[in-house]
């Protein structure tokens, strides 16, 4: 057996490279490193030199490590094993914290997950499967729903597969923007094979994949999965990290598809290029400020408007229902396991594509408004979102999405608009005695690691911003003006 050969870049890797760093070598991102068995060196004919190594050709391309993974068994070995390290469920936040089987069972889960995060790593870094992208590929308006096998090309009993098959969606489905000096607020931004006439750039978006993915059934069957719960956890059971992968990647697809063409380059930075990032409060200007007039309120916001086709699927399902769930998403969560998972942002995408769902929806559908309203569930969930989200981004995403909510539509005649402020403003006043009950947390606690517990600044950002912008005459209504002095009262004190 011949001795283990390197070559990249057309020069083999010899043992005068040992024990250097790859910056050293002038190694690259994504630098192929071809791997072999080479035979003993031969001499050349006539000279008594030996042949470099380099001069042996390269291993063809069908057995390069990667390409062999995307095939099979080996492809399906890689699931399988991210659905087994899947199985190690965490326990529950309501085990006691001396029972050493929990403890057990936390450790085993901490320990899969990592495992599967580096199964993970090692499946985004091969090819995208040709199979599975040719799939979608072929998707066209003229199929229908009946005409494609979307249980074979969305399997929802496997997240890890499902979340596979979603990534491929988003890549396919995203719009290239195009980088411009000024924006014109039109298609051309978003699609450059466009002109800057608006009816060839509507043509333009409906020969585009996206509308196709629609056409062929493919958004109602993300709303069916979302709204089937089978990415929600169990009773008693916990949320996983895969399950809010898969879950963050499915809302994002939904905000995506459901955003209406003449509004993309709205939305652009909400759903397809949200970074993450959480932006500061303004401040409110106290001095001299004066009530805000009828045509004042919800001044500066940009509420993109959904398609017909979403407000058709979703007539008659328990969409704000599952919204309204998955918003808070820290029920039965052991403390430890909080702490690995605040590690990764797909919680906060989450609350984000939820709540701006929620309040796209909300905008172009006064219904949506009426049923929250309605729900006995309301005032538990603004308890929740306001002051018992541990984590800070996303209690302030949850916050910011509650206040585009309670502000949407206070411009039109529609006084369900109204009356839901009223509604938002009096039940967040009823949770002014356990907001001064949470102690502030002092800048110390933030010198190692960012702290996980409640927390009231986001809940009297948005207390105030609410107050602020009901109308005088609607001030004047009993069961509200009692709250106002009740706050009042207390911040005097």
Not at 189 to 218: M, T
Not at 252 to 278: E, N, R, T
Not at 405 to 425: K, P, T, V
């Amino acid at each position: 057996m011949g001795p283990v050969r390197m070559i990249s870049s057309g020069h083999e890797l010899t043992t005068d490279y040992d024990e250097k760093a790859l910056h050293e070598l002038g190694f690259k991102d994504m630098q192929m490193v071809f791997v072999s068995l080479g035979a003993p060196r031969r001499e050349r004919k006539g000279e008594g030199v030996q042949l470099p190594a380099s001069c042996l050709p390269p291993p063809q391309k069908d057995n390069i490590p990667m390409l062999l993974l995307l095939q099979e068994p080996h492809l399906t070995t890689l699931f399988d094993l991210l659905e087994m390290l899947a199985s190690f469920k965490p326990p529950s936040g309501k085990a006691a914290v001396d029972d050493t089987e929990s403890l057990r069972c936390e450790e085993l889960h901490l320990h899969a997950e990592n495992l599967s995060r580096r199964v993970w790593e090692l499946l985004m870094l091969l090819p995208t499967c040709p199979n599975m992208l040719m799939a979608f590929q072929s998707i066209s308006d003229e199929q229908s729903n009946d005409g494609l096998n979307w249980k074979e090309l969305l399997k929802i009993k496997s997240a890890h597969k499902l979340l596979y098959a979603l990534e491929i969606i988003e890549a396919l489905g995203k719009p290239n923007r195009r980088i411009r000096r000024e924006s014109t607020g039109s298609y051309s931004d978003l699609y450059p094979d466009s002109d800057d006439s608006s009816e060839d750039q509507v043509e333009n978006s409906k020969n585009s994949w996206s509308c196709k993915f629609v056409a062929a059934g493919g958004l109602q069957q993300l709303l069916e999965i979302f709204n089937s719960a089978i990415l929600e956890p169990k009773e008693q059971e916990s949320w996983t990290v895969w399950q809010l992968d898969c879950l963050a990647c499915l809302l994002k697809l939904i905000c995506q598809f459901a955003v209406d063409p003449s509004d993309l380059d709205l939305a652009y930075h909400d759903v397809f290029a949200w970074s993450g990032i959480a932006e500061s409060h303004r401040k409110r200007t106290w001095p001299g400020k004066s009530r805000k007039a009828a045509g004042d309120h919800a001044k500066g916001l940009h509420i993109p408007r959904l398609t017909e086709v979403f407000l058709v699927l979703v007539q008659g399902t328990s969409l704000i229902q599952r919204l309204m769930s998955v918003a808070y998403t820290y029920d039965n969560l052991a403390p430890r396991v909080l702490k690995a998972q605040s590690d990764h942002r797909s919680r906060h995408e989450v609350s984000h594509y939820s709540m701006w769902l929620l309040v796209s929806w909300a905008h172009c559908c006064s219904l949506v408004k009426s049923s929250l309203a309605d729900s006995d569930h309301l005032q538990d969930w603004l308890k929740k979102l306001t002051l018992l989200i541990p984590e800070t981004a996303v209690r302030h995403e949850s916050c910011n999405g509650l206040y585009k909510l309670s502000l949407s539509g206070l411009d039109g005649g529609d006084s369900i608009h109204r009356s839901f402020l009223l509604l938002a403003a009096s039940t967040l006043l009823k949770f002014l005695p356990d907001a001064q009950a949470l102690k502030p947390i002092r800048m110390d606690d933030y010198e190692e690691e960012p702290v996980l517990k409640p927390g009231c600044k986001e809940y009297f950002w948005l207390l105030c911003k609410l107050v602020d912008n009901i109308h005088i005459k609607d001030a004047s209504q009993v069961c509200l003006k009692l709250h106002i002095n009740l706050l009042i009262d207390k911040l005097g004190m």
